[in-house]
Every structure is written in C-alpha cells, then in structure tokens.
C-alpha cells in the first residue's frame, strides 16, 4: 500500500509573505494610482525595488548646473545610446527653474516626441517600452522622452501574401512603423487609433484602428469590449487575441482575417472593418470575416478585373478540387465505377491489382505522406527546405508505386490537390479546406457519393450557422444581398463598384461619386456608358490610344474655361 506522505508546511510557508510596500498591482496599468513622488531620493528608492535583479534597467542620477538633481531610467538595448547621450548634454547644461520638467521639454531637450505624466503607470509602460524617463528633484511629473532604439527589422514585402503587381511593403515587428505605414496610405484625421494595454507581464501595447463617420460604432465598440475581457499573464503574438475574440472557438473555418500588408489593411478600414495592431508582430487582424475573403487577394484588385474575374473563378475551382478529390476517386473506384469510361476503368484496374490496400487507405497513406513533407518543408531552412519537400516527393512517390504501396492514379489525385490548395490565397482558410478533406474522404469510403454530398451539405450549414462579430459567415451570398455580389464570384470594374458592403452596416454606403463613371467616359465614346457628346465637341474617331484621350481630354477641360471666359480675357474682378 502506497502513503502519501504531505510534507509538512514550515511556519514561514503557511504563513502569507507580506507584500512590500507599494508593490501590490497585477497590471503595470493598475499603477495609475501611484503619483511620482515629489523628492528623488523616494523615486529612486521605488524604482530600484521595482527592479531588483533587473541588470539591464540603467538608473543614472545627475547634477544640473544649479545643483538640482535629476536621474534618467532606461532598458538598455532598447534606447538610441546616440540620442540619449545629446539629452543628457543639454540637460546638464540647464539652468534651474521651478517648473523644471517643463522648462526641460520646451526648452532644453533636443527631442521630438516628449510625454509628461504624473503617475507611474504612464512612466513606467513608456521606460518598458523603450522610452526614456526623466524625473527631476522637486518635481511632481516626470517626462518621457521617446529615443527609442532604430534595432528593427526593415520594411520588406511579405512572404506569406507576395503579388505580382502592387506595393512591396509589408508590417514589421514595431507598432509605430506598422501604424505609419497605414496612416501614409490613409492621410485623413477620420482615422483613429485607439491603445490598449493587454498582458499581465508582457503589457503587450495595441492599437485597434478604425474610420470614424465609417464603421459601425457598435462594431468597434464590440472589438474594444472583448479585448478589455481578456485576462492573461502575456500576448506575444495577435494569434493570442484571435482565439479570445473569434464567435465559434470550435469551428475550423477562420473568423478573423490576418494580414502582413498595409495595403489590405488601408482596404479593410475603407470597407469599414476594424484592424488590431499588436506590438512585435507583423500580422494584423482585421474584423469581420467573411468566407468570401478567403478567395480574395490584394492582387485582384490591381489587375484589369476580367484578369481578376478569370483568377478568381480558377480558385473556387482550385477550392472544390482541393476538397472532394480524393474522396472523389475512392467513391467511384469503390462504388461507382460504371461513372467512368471503359479504357480509363482497365487504366485503374491494372494499376491498383497488385495494391493491397483498399482504396481509401491508399488515400489516407499519400494524404498524410503529403503534409507531412509540407510541414518538413516549412519547418526547414530555406536553403534546403524545398530541396527536401522536392526530393521526397519524388523519391516517396516513385518508391511507393514501385514497391506496391499505393498506385500510380493516387499519386496523381493527391498532387493535383495539394497543388489545387496552395492556389487559396488565406492560408487559414487553406488549413481549414485541409481539414475537411479528411472526414469528406471517410464519409466517400462508406456511402460513395452520397457521402459526399451529405458532407457537404453540413458544412454549408455549418457555414450558414457561422457569425463573426454578428456579420453572418456567408454573406453577402447567404442571406443574399445582390447589390454586394460585385466583389464575390466576380471582381466588378472599380468605376462599377460605387457602394462599400452593405452588410458591414457602415455609416456611409458611397465609395464612389454617383457620375464619377459617366463623368470620365462621357467624351470618349464609351459604348453603354457615354452620354451623347455636345455639338460643338468632334466625334471620337479614334478607338483608344494615350496620346489621342490625353489631347481630348485636354479639350473637354479647356471647354468650360472656354464658356466662362469666352474672349481669353483676363477677369477685371
């Protein structure tokens, strides 16, 4: 018989420690309460209890001319050592002055970007941040002084979303760098940024932008209302806010896009979504989602749109082969072989007679062979990384068939679709089609292609049943809004899509000036569009050319100079 024997607790274990002395705070933010104090030998004393056995936080005191004393506290590494060291120049030059920290921030500092506060919160988020800090003796407020370091990865065009055609920048790990990027693509003042602070010890700093007089104020207030609710000890990713606010936890199918490029993200806040900026990554979520978008790439609307159009309807037939084919395949070789011609049927035959495998084990070998290359290809370096997913798919492949495994047609049916899934620009929703390869394939191995459709039908179901921040998952094909179908199985040209998605429930509807379209071909003898040309105007003889539209467009804008000052006279007013 086993005891269990429970080590007895010493006195000191059951007994609570007590907390030192204004150290009783869960959130740095909970700090908000404690003021700066008014000497700085009571500051430097908290602060150095704060950081005890914290090597790389630098508190340096120093004397200004007058003999006032004043201390910086930094993070090493996170500063500009250059930019810190011309501060504390100027300051040690200063001359006294009652209201010191203002005096230093209008006056002294040769820095940019300063922030007073009053309390340690502020102070203390901003130091961790990479701000320096700045307390002076007799002073009630200290000063942030925002020289933080340039160590960051450069602006780089994003590998997971690359384009043919369209800018080249992607976001990085600095919040600031990524919110510049959006405000230089929306240089409006409607566009808001609103921090927040999440993460009991990683006080990870975001940023949810969004467009005022635009989106739905109850949606941005919904965004703001689940992220106050999460309570966790750190967020190193925005992977970690998305599985806190997406509707259906359990569903396979993302509810919250993720992007890499400002350019989506400049798109999505014009449409009137909300995007969530976490410091120290690149990826930026964007609310809501709608299945629609796992079909569309930034790229779309670059192209001319019959270009857009034909690319997009390759990808909903790229969705569908990547979904039922394999399970295609075992359900016509198992149960429905008279679907297939003759010839094709003694094709098959002959090359699965010496397989010992049913068909649907013969799938699920090659399935799983197939993701398991791919994940070793991601997972490797670069530089041999495609080499091995190339070689053992070869190699495999070739040996497989050879030695009497699996077939050479599975070899086909399981390239075809892991080539068809790569062609889905979101690779959450890529992952989630892969998912559901699997049980469509055992649902085809026991009812043939009744198992097929009824696998399908449960998804669109479940589909329909999905929300994401109330938006239903399917619109705006389910329910059906026709007037929002111009962006859906088609990509309408950009003069044709006048209003944003009506679904959002955005403030304002109007994307494009009514007579924006009529106004532009109005000369140039658009067929179906132009209005009929003034008299005086000559007949557009020309189909097309730059030069030929560039001089009548030129003639169409001196005409209503013309009109108003007929003689080219100067006007007297």
Sequence with gaps: MIKIHRKRKSANEQAPQPKPENFD?????????????????????????????????????????????????????????????????????????EQLTDRIARHTL????????????????????????????RCSKALLLGIRGPEKRSVDEPDTESVIRGPREGFVESLRT?????????????????????????????????????????????????????????????????????????????????????????????????????????????????????MQASEDYFERFQI?????WLRFLF???????????????????ELLPTTLLLSVAAARENIPFPAVVEALIMEVTFEALREA??????????????????????????????????????SITGIASFTIPRFNGAIAIRM????????????????????????????ANLRSFGVPYLSPIGPLAAADLQDTYVRAPWWAMSARPAYLGVQDAERIGRDSAQEIFKYHGQKGIASNPPENQPENGSPGGGQSQGSQTSGAAAQPEDKRNPGGKEDPS
């Design 178 to 294: 990524n919110t510049s990027l959006v405000r230089r693509k929306l240089k409006t003042p409607r566009l808001k940024m609103k921090s927040m602070t999440l993460g009991r010890e990683s006080n990870t700093n975001l940023v949810i932008a969004y467009l005022e007089d635009l989106a739905k104020p109850a949606m941005v207030d919904e965004v703001v209302r689940r992220i106050e609710k999460i309570d966790i000890d750190a967020v190193l990713e925005s992977g970690y806010i998305e599985e806190f606010i997406q509707d259906s936890a359990y569903s396979p199918f993302p509810q919250v896009q993720y992007t890499e490029r400002p350019d989506v993200v400049a798109a999505s806040l014009l449409q009137g979504r909300v995007a969530i900026m976490v410091d120290g990554t690149p990826f930026v979520l964007l609310v809501p989602f709608v299945f629609i978008q796992t």
């Design 25 to 97: 705070y869960r959130f740095i933010s909970e700090l908000d309460k404690v003021p700066i104090f008014p000497t700085l030998d009571e500051n430097k004393s908290y602060l150095k209890k704060l950081f005890e056995d914290c090597s790389d936080i630098v508190i340096r005191e120093f004397t200004i001319q007058d003999g006032a004393k004043a201390c910086i506290v930094l993070v090493d590494g996170l500063v500009n050592g250059g930019q810190v060291d011309e501060a504390l120049k100027a300051l040690m030059i200063l001359e006294g002055h």
């Design 110 to 137: 040769p820095v940019s970007q300063t922030q007073e506060t009053g309390n340690y919160k502020d102070f203390l988020l901003g130091v961790l941040s990479g701000d320096t800090g700045l307390i002076a003796d």
């Design 308 to 312: 857009a159009t034909l690319i997009r």
């Design 436 to 463: 559901l390869r699997f049980p469509i394939l055992f649902a085809a191995s026991l009812f043939g292609l009744y198992g097929i459709m009824l696998a399908m039908l449960f998804i669109i179901g479940h589909l």
């Design 377 to 414: 290809g991601i997972r490797l370096p670069k530089t041999i990384g495609s080499a091995v997913s190339i070689l053992g798919a070869l190699v495999v492949g070739q040996a497989a068939v050879e030695a009497g495994i699996v077939s050479a047609p599975m070899v086909i049916v399981v």
């Design 319 to 337: 969705l569908l082969l990547s979904l039922t084919t394999p399970a295609l395949y075992v359900a016509i070789t198992t149960y429905h072989q």
